[in-house]
């Protein structure tokens, strides 16, 4: 079965450098997704991107994020100028676009980023 | 802002009984809901979903109820195995698909 896959799995970066998350989303989805979750806390939604821009974005998608479809097969979350609470898991989600909301997200099993 | 709480953190369940797990909402105007199930160090796997016009879909041993006049949705597993144990979000969103959003998980443990 096709997977979304994110790189690295683990990401040690120092507070202020940047960094890109990489996910390959499944290859026919049309929608794609980026979101974290801080240790012990929810999901949270930081943005939804469609015919290469941005659909939605939430609250915590500030100035210091942004996301890019490079080429025809991955999908990037920057963070500009990491912060330590920038520190959680952040998963990769894609979706194939459907006559309603009947295809559900595939997410990656996530890059955990720890900001020192 | 919390637009859909599960307010137990935590289950245990003996194998070969019922699991029922629960969530509320805020947003009247949700269209979807569905439950996703994560073991560690994995992603959210889709479970199953619910469309806001229905109140119940099942998929073989998962049952999802929906009750709109109470803003609640329940995730029913029967029988429950021990493979079962996992966190459950339960997760909505609006007609657009841009958004969901997710609960805070409930963890559940099916004890041999």
């Known amino acids: 079965e096709p997977e979304v896959t994110q790189t690295p799995s683990h990401q040690v970066t120092q507070m202020g450098q940047e960094v890109i998350l990489r996910c390959v989303p499944i290859?026919?989805?049309?929608?794609f997704y980026w979101y974290r979750q801080i240790l012990g806390q929810k999901v949270e939604f930081l943005v939804s991107?469609?015919?290469?821009?941005?659909?939605?974005k939430s609250e915590i998608f500030d100035d210091q994020f942004s996301v890019e479809r490079p080429d025809g097969s991955n999908f990037t979350l920057k963070i500009r100028s990491t912060k330590l609470e920038d520190s959680a898991m952040y998963f990769c989600?894609?979706?194939?676009?459907?006559?309603?909301?009947?295809?559900?997200?595939?997410f990656g099993d996530g890059t955990r980023l720890s900001i020192l | 802002d919390q637009q859909v709480k599960q307010n137990s953190p935590s289950l245990s369940v003996q194998e070969g009984r019922i699991s029922i797990l629960n969530c509320d909402y805020t947003?009247?105007?949700?269209?979807?809901f569905l439950w996703y199930k994560k073991y560690p160090a994995e992603g959210p796997t889709f479970l199953i979903s619910?469309?806001?016009?229905?109140d119940k879909n099942e998929d073989g041993r998962f049952t999802v109820f929906l009750n709109k006049s109470a803003k609640h949705l329940s995730l029913h597993i029967v029988p429950s195995q021990p493979g079962d144990s996992a966190v459950y979000f339960c997760a909505a969103t609006l007609n657009t698909g841009n958004q969901f959003y997710f609960g805070t998980g409930t963890s559940l443990t099916v004890i041999p």
């Open positions: 619910i469309s806001s016009i229905k």
């Open positions: 947003n009247s105007m949700f269209d979807y």
């Open positions: 989600a894609s979706r194939q676009q459907g006559a309603g909301l009947n295809q559900p997200q595939h």
């Open positions: 290859s026919n989805h049309l929608y």
């Open positions: 991107f469609y015919n290469n821009e941005i659909s939605e």
